[in-house]
Protein backbone atom coordinates (compact mmCIF):
# COMPACT_ATOMS: atom_id res chain seq x y z
CA UNK A 1 0.00 0.00 0.00
CA UNK A 2 1.33 3.36 -0.45
CA UNK A 3 2.01 6.39 1.30
CA UNK A 4 -1.18 7.95 -0.03
CA UNK A 5 -3.66 5.19 0.78
CA UNK A 6 -2.23 4.95 3.99
CA UNK A 7 -2.58 8.39 4.52
CA UNK A 8 -5.80 8.73 3.27
CA UNK A 9 -6.96 5.63 5.48
CA UNK A 10 -5.80 7.39 8.57
CA UNK A 11 -7.75 10.67 7.83
CA UNK A 12 -10.54 8.72 7.62
CA UNK A 13 -10.47 7.01 10.72
CA UNK A 14 -9.85 10.47 12.64
CA UNK A 15 -12.43 11.77 10.95
CA UNK A 16 -14.22 8.86 12.11
CA UNK A 17 -14.36 9.21 15.75
CA UNK A 18 -13.96 13.22 15.49
CA UNK A 19 -17.49 13.50 17.18
CA UNK A 20 -19.97 11.26 18.91
CA UNK A 21 -21.89 10.29 21.50
CA UNK A 22 -21.10 8.26 24.65
CA UNK A 23 -21.61 7.44 28.10
CA UNK A 24 -20.18 10.28 30.20
CA UNK A 25 -17.87 7.72 32.41
CA UNK A 26 -15.38 10.75 33.99
CA UNK A 27 -15.29 12.04 37.81
CA UNK A 28 -16.19 15.39 38.32
CA UNK A 29 -19.95 15.42 36.90
CA UNK A 30 -20.46 11.82 37.54
CA UNK A 31 -23.41 13.01 40.05
CA UNK A 32 -24.83 15.43 36.97
CA UNK A 33 -24.02 13.44 33.86
CA UNK A 34 -26.13 10.92 32.79
CA UNK A 35 -27.05 8.89 29.26
CA UNK A 36 -24.90 9.80 26.40
CA UNK A 37 -23.09 12.80 26.21
CA UNK A 38 -21.61 14.92 23.52
CA UNK A 39 -17.76 13.83 22.88
CA UNK A 40 -14.99 15.78 20.48
CA UNK A 41 -11.84 14.34 19.49
CA UNK A 42 -10.40 14.32 22.74
CA UNK A 43 -12.98 11.65 24.06
CA UNK A 44 -13.82 14.34 26.85
CA UNK A 45 -10.51 14.12 28.28
CA UNK A 46 -9.90 17.82 27.71
CA UNK A 47 -13.19 18.84 29.11
CA UNK A 48 -12.72 16.70 32.18
CA UNK A 49 -9.60 18.42 32.73
CA UNK A 50 -10.62 22.16 32.56
CA UNK A 51 -14.11 21.28 34.40
CA UNK A 52 -12.00 20.18 37.32
CA UNK A 53 -9.89 23.05 37.01
CA UNK A 54 -12.61 25.51 37.40
CA UNK A 55 -14.85 23.34 39.99
CA UNK A 56 -11.47 24.70 42.29
CA UNK A 57 -10.83 27.86 40.76
CA UNK A 58 -14.64 28.61 40.74
CA UNK A 59 -17.22 26.75 42.03
CA UNK A 60 -15.69 25.86 45.31
CA UNK A 61 -15.63 29.55 46.30
CA UNK A 62 -19.69 29.82 45.77
CA UNK A 63 -21.97 29.89 48.76
CA UNK A 64 -25.32 27.53 48.41
CA UNK A 65 -27.42 27.96 46.38
CA UNK A 66 -25.18 29.01 43.97
CA UNK A 67 -22.66 26.81 44.51
CA UNK A 68 -24.26 23.43 43.22
CA UNK A 69 -26.49 25.58 40.87
CA UNK A 70 -23.50 26.52 38.69
CA UNK A 71 -22.29 23.49 39.28
CA UNK A 72 -25.07 21.75 37.56
CA UNK A 73 -24.87 24.44 34.67
CA UNK A 74 -21.18 24.09 34.25
CA UNK A 75 -21.54 20.25 34.00
CA UNK A 76 -24.62 20.36 31.27
CA UNK A 77 -22.05 22.89 29.08
CA UNK A 78 -19.08 20.69 29.55
CA UNK A 79 -20.59 17.55 28.77
CA UNK A 80 -23.86 18.22 26.55
CA UNK A 81 -26.70 15.79 26.32
CA UNK A 82 -26.43 14.09 22.52
CA UNK A 83 -29.03 12.73 20.68
CA UNK A 84 -29.11 11.46 17.43
CA UNK A 85 -31.44 12.68 14.90
CA UNK A 86 -32.01 9.96 12.17
CA UNK A 87 -30.29 10.36 9.17
CA UNK A 88 -28.28 13.79 10.24
CA UNK A 89 -26.35 12.38 12.67
CA UNK A 90 -24.75 13.37 16.54
CA UNK A 91 -25.86 16.63 17.91
CA UNK A 92 -24.86 18.22 20.85
CA UNK A 93 -27.71 20.53 22.95
CA UNK A 94 -27.02 23.08 24.17
CA UNK A 95 -27.51 24.78 27.53
CA UNK A 96 -31.51 26.27 27.94
CA UNK A 97 -32.21 29.89 28.21
CA UNK A 98 -33.79 28.78 31.42
CA UNK A 99 -31.50 27.03 33.16
CA UNK A 100 -28.63 29.91 32.45
CA UNK A 101 -31.42 32.65 33.09
CA UNK A 102 -32.12 30.95 36.52
CA UNK A 103 -28.46 30.44 37.87
CA UNK A 104 -27.54 34.26 36.33
CA UNK A 105 -30.70 36.14 37.77
CA UNK A 106 -31.61 34.05 40.81
CA UNK A 107 -29.20 31.41 42.41
CA UNK A 108 -25.73 33.10 41.27
CA UNK A 109 -26.97 37.04 40.83
CA UNK A 110 -23.82 38.78 42.67
CA UNK A 111 -21.66 36.33 41.78
CA UNK A 112 -22.34 36.76 37.67
CA UNK A 113 -21.83 40.20 38.42
CA UNK A 114 -18.26 40.05 39.72
CA UNK A 115 -17.64 37.31 36.54
CA UNK A 116 -18.91 39.50 34.09
CA UNK A 117 -17.52 42.91 35.16
CA UNK A 118 -13.94 40.70 35.41
CA UNK A 119 -14.20 39.39 31.93
CA UNK A 120 -14.74 42.87 30.99
CA UNK A 121 -11.52 44.04 32.20
CA UNK A 122 -10.01 41.13 30.67
CA UNK A 123 -9.57 39.02 33.77
CA UNK A 124 -10.49 35.53 33.06
CA UNK A 125 -10.20 31.91 35.17
CA UNK A 126 -7.27 30.51 34.24
CA UNK A 127 -7.95 27.02 33.32
CA UNK A 128 -11.02 28.07 31.27
CA UNK A 129 -9.46 26.58 28.01
CA UNK A 130 -11.65 26.76 25.29
CA UNK A 131 -14.84 27.43 27.75
CA UNK A 132 -16.81 30.41 27.39
CA UNK A 133 -19.29 31.73 29.46
CA UNK A 134 -22.86 31.65 27.98
CA UNK A 135 -24.72 34.53 26.83
CA UNK A 136 -28.26 33.49 28.80
CA UNK A 137 -30.28 35.33 25.99
CA UNK A 138 -28.68 33.35 23.08
CA UNK A 139 -29.64 29.89 24.05
CA UNK A 140 -32.81 28.27 23.04
CA UNK A 141 -35.68 27.91 24.93
CA UNK A 142 -37.06 24.79 26.28
CA UNK A 143 -39.10 22.85 23.67
CA UNK A 144 -40.23 19.23 22.20
CA UNK A 145 -39.57 16.18 23.21
CA UNK A 146 -37.34 13.00 22.44
CA UNK A 147 -35.40 13.55 19.44
CA UNK A 148 -37.11 17.10 18.44
CA UNK A 149 -35.77 18.58 22.12
CA UNK A 150 -33.79 22.04 21.23
CA UNK A 151 -31.63 21.96 24.68
CA UNK A 152 -30.01 20.32 27.52
CA UNK A 153 -32.41 21.03 30.79
CA UNK A 154 -30.11 20.54 33.62
CA UNK A 155 -33.09 20.52 35.98
CA UNK A 156 -31.85 23.76 37.85
CA UNK A 157 -36.22 24.82 37.41
CA UNK A 158 -37.54 21.58 37.81
CA UNK A 159 -39.76 21.54 40.36
Not at 41 to 60: A, C, F, R, V, Y
Not at 107 to 115: S, T
Request: net charge positive; hydrophobic share 35%.
Amino acid sequence: MNVCCKLIIVLLSIKSVHLYCGPYNGQICKHYSTGFVWYNHTGGLENEKITTGLWKEMISTLKEPCRSKAEKLLCAYAFPKCIVRDGEGYFALPLCYEDCMAVKMQFCYNDWIVIEEQKRRGVFFESRGHFRFPECKDLPKLAGKGTQVTCNSAGIIDM
